[in-house]
Nanobody
Framework: QVHVVESGGGLVQTGGSLRLSCAAS????????IGWFRQGPGKEREFVAA????????SYADSVKGQFTISRDNAVNTVYLQMNGLKPEDTAVYYC?????????????????WGQGTQVTVSE
């Protein structure tokens, strides 16, 4: 059974940084994508970034390009989201998700397993 757990959220001031971690267990093989999504207050869940577990290829939402970096550590089955220059509009619950497919997708409906989310709050 696949299990996804996020960690690393918290409260940070504008301009600060946080690194989120996503530990995924129960995965077999390497043909899948790991994605980060976020859901702000009163908003729909949106794509943030994704990485191919096999190739390391990455993709980002336009809103976070140059600000966030997604990476993986195959040895410990963990994906990271380094967030720099945080702004109040980055405040959201951040979710990690696994897509059992080697083709990139940005839709929430195309991811198969989800973590419980971790809160990121950016104060002014």
């Amino acid at each position: 059974q696949v299990h996804v757990v996020e960690s690393g959220g918290g409260l940070v001031q504008t301009g600060g940084s946080l690194r989120l971690s996503c530990a995924a267990s129960g995965l077999r093989g390497s043909r899948y994508y790991i994605g980060w999504f976020r859901q702000g207050p009163g908003k729909e869940r949106e794509f943030v970034a994704a990485i191919s577990w096999r190739s390391g290829s990455t993709s980002y939402a336009d809103s976070v390009k140059g600000q966030f970096t997604i990476s993986r550590d195959n040895a410990v089955n963990t994906v990271y989201l380094q967030m720099n220059g945080l702004k109040p509009e980055d405040t959201a619950v951040y979710y990690c998700a696994v897509r059992r497919n080697s083709v990139l997708a940005t839709s929430v409906y195309l991811y198969d397993y989800w973590g419980q989310g971790t809160q990121v709050t950016v104060s002014e």
